[in-house]
Structure formats: structure tokens, C-alpha cells
């Protein structure tokens, strides 16, 4: 399979018609009177969620009602998307879209995309993951040296699971096995 080199042009900015702002004057966006937040961060509420039925997380954007977003341009650009088979890499950091629905509340009518997780989930990198053979008693296994005792019972400290009898970072720090190396 060949990959297309994907290019595209430099944008040509207009050398005239507007006003040179010197580099010491600051200017803040958000300070202008026709400032509108939505049209710099187009950003709609996003949860991640489980959807109990088919045991699975799924992620839910849901759209602000009245801020002026095309919400249908985005369900064909989606549906679109889906109804293309192809093997480019790209395909898989495109969040697929699985379903719409309404939200009714006190401001109209809110319209809610369920999309697929963005990524590899948990459970999918715990089995990509070799950690589940890996014991601490293998890896003592590949330690060699006269420091070995000292540094398997630092490291069981270090990794202790209960609280209680965890010890303080100041402890594990000032370990005798960690000084003997600085010396006197």
C-alpha cells in the first residue's frame, strides 16, 4: 500500500488594508466589544459515559442550544465519514460516530452525538501489555550484585500497597540501602 503525501498550500495573508499595531502594544481578544467566546473556542460540553447495555464507554458531546453551530452539518459530515470504507492510517484517530439524540430542557431543544472513545481503551493496553506476566519475583530474578538484598527490600518498601505501612517519601529517601552509596 503507497501512502499519498498529503500537502496543501501556504495561505497568502493581504499586505495592506488594515492598520500595523506596534509589538508593544497589548492586546487582549477577549477586551474588544465584539468578542463572542464561541466563535474562538467552538468547544461544546463533552462527557465520557457508560453505556450500561452494552457494557462500554461511549462519548457524549452535546450541543449548547442558541450559540449559532451547525450541529446537522456536523451529523452528515459524520454519517458521511461512516459510509466510507478505506485503510488509511488517518481512519483511526477519527472518533467514530455511533448515534444522535434530543435533550428537551428549561433553554429548547440541546442535540447530543454518541461517538466511540477517542484511543486505545484500558482494558485493550492492559493486554497489549506484557506487566500482567511480569512479577516482582522475575525481575528479582535478573538483579546481580552484592547491593541485591538491600535494593529488593528497598523496592518491596517503595511499592508497598496499604498506607499504613507504607513508608514516608523522607524514608524511603534516607533508606540505608540509598546512603551506603554516598559514602560517610
Request: hydrophobic share 35%.
Amino acid at each position: 500500500m503507497s501512502l499519498t503525501q498529503w500537502t496543501c498550500t501556504p495561505r497568502v495573508f493581504p499586505t495592506s488594508g488594515f492598520e500595523l499595531l506596534g509589538q508593544s502594544i497589548r492586546l487582549d481578544e477577549e477586551t474588544l466589544p465584539t468578542y463572542q467566546p464561541e466563535k474562538y473556542y467552538p468547544v461544546n460540553q463533552v462527557w465520557l459515559a457508560k453505556d450500561l447495555i452494552a457494557s462500554t464507554y461511549v462519548v457524549l458531546k452535546v450541543y449548547v442550544t442558541g450559540q449559532g453551530r451547525d450541529h446537522e452539518r456536523e451529523l452528515r459530515i459524520y454519517k458521511q465519514i461512516n459510509g466510507v470504507g478505506t485503510k488509511h492510517p488517518g481512519r483511526n484517530v477519527i472518533r467514530i460516530f455511533l448515534d444522535h439524540f434530543d435533550i428537551h430542557g428549561p433553554h429548547g431543544r440541546h442535540v447530543c452525538l454518541v461517538h466511540e472513545p477517542l484511543g486505545t481503551t484500558a482494558d485493550v493496553l492492559v493486554r497489549m501489555s506484557p506487566a500482567h506476566v511480569i512479577t516482582l519475583v522475575s525481575l528479582a530474578e535478573k538483579v546481580e550484585g552484592e547491593d541485591k538484598e538491600g535494593f529488593l527490600r528497598w523496592l518491596r518498601m517503595a511499592l508497598q500497597w496499604n498506607p499504613e505501612d507504607r513508608p514516608t517519601a523522607l524514608e524511603l529517601l534516607y533508606d540505608e540501602w540509598l546512603m551506603k552509596g554516598l559514602g560517610e
